[in-house]
T-cell receptor
């Protein structure tokens, strides 16, 4: 059974730091991996989608990488800002007719 | 304005009552999903549907029911058989290979 873990569970950094969030999955037979952001009491906002054949995706200050063979993905946030404070979740999609499996999330606080 | 709409945002249920959470999308997506989120835990799959009139149980389907009579709509009913329904419920739809989520419904038992 596919399991997804995220390290660290929580992270607090001063504004301006570059930081890395980690996501690991146990079965490399995934179709894609998606990173989401969740603000308190809100739904999930899609940040980056990496197909299984891709190695990385970039959007603004965000860069996500995927190493499918080792079951790992990282989300890199450059020059962090207080507005980046949220919970970040990764999810792997197992393919058509199947569902997403989510990690428990990393709660990020960026201090001004 | 395309997207996924969940309603209501807050819902209160009395003991023994059935309640229905609405999820509507205008993205023309075939696949739709219901997840439950509890504090400190990841999202857990309740039900999902790949096409109209077809749906599959997820990991925690007991005490829940769904229907998929229209492509745009995937309502979730929380029945009285669900013993601990207080949680945050999220609906998602999927187009191509990317998932999009609604803003959630917070259900509280009173």
């Amino acid at each position: 059974k596919q399991e997804v873990t995220q390290i660290p569970a929580a992270l607090s950094v001063p504004e301006g730091e570059n930081l890395v969030l980690n996501c690991s999955f146990t079965d490399s037979a995934i179709y894609n991996l998606q990173w989401f952001r969740q603000d308190p009491g809100k739904g999930l906002t899609s940040l980056l989608l990496i197909q299984s054949s891709q190695r990385e995706q970039t959007s603004g200050r965000l860069n996500a990488s995927l190493d499918k063979s080792s079951g790992r993905s990282t989300l890199y946030i450059a020059a962090s800002q207080p507005g980046d404070s949220a919970t970040y979740l990764c999810a792997v999609w197992l393919g058509y007719g199947q569902n997403f499996v989510f990690g428990p999330g990393t709660r990020l606080s960026v201090l001004p | 304005d395309g997207g996924i709409t969940q309603s209501p945002k807050y819902l209160f249920r009395k003991e023994g009552q059935n309640v229905t959470l609405s999820c509507e999308q205008n993205l023309n997506h075939d696949a739709m999903y219901w997840y439950r989120q509890d504090p400190g835990q990841g999202l857990r799959l309740i039900y999902y549907s790949q096409i109209v009139n077809d749906f599959q149980k997820g990991d925690i389907a007991e005490g829940y029911s769904v229907s998929r009579e229209k492509k745009e709509s995937f309502p979730l009913t929380v029945t009285s058989a669900q013993k601990n329904p207080t949680a945050f419920y999220l609906c998602a739809s999927m187009g191509n290979t990317e998932a999009f989520f609604g803003q959630g419904t917070r259900l509280t038992v009173v």
